[in-house]
Nanobody, 112 residues
């Protein structure tokens, strides 16, 4: 069972990034998936959740209207489209399956 995030990087304020999370070793299409982040020196912050079919999504107030979660169950991949990025979005971003598996994270840095 494995989750591998990718797509992080350095971006200027106002820019965009798309994170991906490749899943393997379990029936991806059966599980709710989440994105969670951890800013430097801070605790974990839940960002978004998407249901197994991909037709229901939920967001933290801090990212609502700027981030969009989606999934491609045929490709066993979860996505997080991040627009209008702010310096306070700087964090290590994890994807997590509702059965408890987490990836190792991908770093997002928003800075000019």
């Amino acid at each position: 069972v494995q989750l591998v995030e990718s797509g992080g990087g350095l971006v200027q304020p106002g820019g965009s990034l798309r994170l991906s999370c490749a899943a393997s070793g379990f029936t991806f299409s059966s599980y709710y998936m989440s994105w969670v982040r951890q800013a430097p020196g801070k605790g974990l912050e839940w960002v978004s959740e998407i249901n197994s079919g991909g037709d229901n999504t939920y967001y933290a107030d801090s990212v609502k209207g700027r981030f969009t979660a989606s999934r491609d169950n045929a490709k066993n991949t979860l996505y997080l489209q991040m627009n209008s990025l702010k310096p306070e979005d700087t964090a290590l971003y994890y994807c997590a399956a509702c059965h408890g598996t987490w990836g190792r994270g991908t770093q997002v840095t928003v800075s000019s």
